[in-house]
Each structure stands twice: as C-alpha cells, then as structure tokens.
C-alpha cells in the first residue's frame, strides 16, 4: 500500500520555488502564509500517512524484518518531526521579526523540512 499523497508532495517542492525571491513587504507576508501552508500541510499530511504506513511495515515479512523496517521508518520520523519543528520555529521568528535572514532561515527550514519529507515517503526529488 503506497500512500504518497502528490498533492503534499507537490506543495512541499513547490514552497522551495515560491520561498525563492527576496522579501519585499507584500512578498514577505505572501512568504509567511505559503510557509505556514506548507508546515501545516506537511503536519497534516503525515498524520493521515503515519499510522496505516506503520501498519503496512509491521505486516510485511517475517517479525524480525517488520521490526527493522519499523525501526528505519521510525528514525526517518524522527528526523521528519526535528525538520518540522524547526520550521515552525523559524516561521515564528520571520513573523516576528522584520529582516531578510529570518527569512532565509525560514527557506533553508523549508526546504530542509521538504528533503526530510521525502527521504521519509521514499519520494525521489
């Protein structure tokens, strides 16, 4: 059961392309609500993926292969859950303050959030 969700996945590259440009007032606040849509999205998108995904894993082969198969989604999960919580931080603080490299940590979170995304889909950028 492969349950990649294009639309999330699609949204995920996306943000990297629309985070791209430099911030004037408007563009920045377009900024902030694309990356909030895309953290969310992402949040959400693995809480409907996670549990039939493990589920699936613990169903395949033999015990000891489905308790490594889960051990390595698992630790891609945790690396997921790290990347998304920086990008929440870094959205708080480009929200907060009124400077380019808050929102240049806010991109390189993005766009790290995006790559953990993907390693834990299995999803080829």
Known sequence: MQSHSPKISALVAAAALMLAPACAAPQRVETLQTAQIVITTAANGLIVYD??????????GTPDQAAAALTAYRAKRKRFDAALAVAANALIIAGTLNDQPSVDGLKKAIAEMATAYQDLKGIKP
């Open 51 to 60: 549990k039939p995904h493990e589920v699936e894993l613990a169903n395949t």
